[in-house]
């Protein structure tokens, strides 16, 4: 929550989704986003990472904060490394969060002439939704090659990354998926058009929800080539 903090919600209750607690201590009231591994939450925030320990999930605790020059829009997290994406100052970076009381950075890299939105992991690569389309990079500490980059139809917004095709929520011209079994050569390989416009997707089995301004889209995706 961009105003208030971290809220859990409890959504296994015959009665419907409710709020066990809202987390509201020090940077958490400026929350962008959230990536949660088992037993942490990553927050990210205005100015950083927080790493929190929610195996309490109505008691978190906050282990650790990574201060950043800019506002962390999105975090995912692999093992003992969480993937940041910075706007206002377009950056990529890798924190190593081993010891979540002291995360430590690994890499980066700028992506200043970009408006990066949103990124999926799948080791050593980086993907990034970056408006004009799709972008991929190599992790190579200290620092990310530059792999490829593939414009799409419309505005991408996010992408997720599943058996070697990349996802893309592609604002006004819907979902569209590309073949990255080359991360090199990425192509379109599909599409889906609706009178929408995508934000946000994720994947569930041959199944890919998407959300728009006027709700949530389910798509069969068995044949990535039409959805």
Request: with cysteine; charged share 20%; aromatic share 10%.
């Amino acid at each position: 929550d961009a105003v208030d903090g971290l809220r859990v919600i409890r959504h296994d209750s015959p009665l419907g989704p409710y709020e066990v607690t809202l987390f509201d201590q020090g940077e958490l009231q400026s929350s962008k986003c959230v990536d949660v591994v088992g037993t942490m939450a990553y927050v990210g925030t205005a100015n950083g990472l927080s790493l929190l320990d929610i195996s309490t999930p109505a008691s978190p605790i906050q282990l650790g904060f990574y201060g950043t020059s800019g506002t962390v829009s999105d975090v995912h997290t692999i093992g003992d490394q969480a993937f940041t994406l910075r706007c206002c100052d377009w950056a990529l970076e890798c924190l190593g969060v081993a010891n979540p009381s002291s995360p430590l950075w690994d890499a980066g890299h700028s992506l200043a002439s970009t408006s990066p939105k949103a990124l999926a992991i799948q080791l050593p690569y980086v993907y990034i939704a970056d408006g004009a389309g799709l972008r991929i990079l190599e992790l190579w500490e200290p620092d990310f090659l530059p792999v490829s980059q593939v414009e799409t139809a419309g505005d991408a917004h996010e992408v997720i990354v599943s058996n070697r095709r990349a996802y893309v929520a592609d604002g006004e011209r819907g979902l569209a998926v590309f073949d990255v079994n080359d991360p090199a050569m990425p192509f379109e390989i599909g599409r889906f058009d609706v009178p929408d416009e995508a934000f946000t997707v994720v994947r569930s089995g041959n199944y890919a929800y998407y959300a728009g301004w006027n709700g949530v889209w389910a798509l069969d995706i068995h044949d990535a080539s039409a959805p």
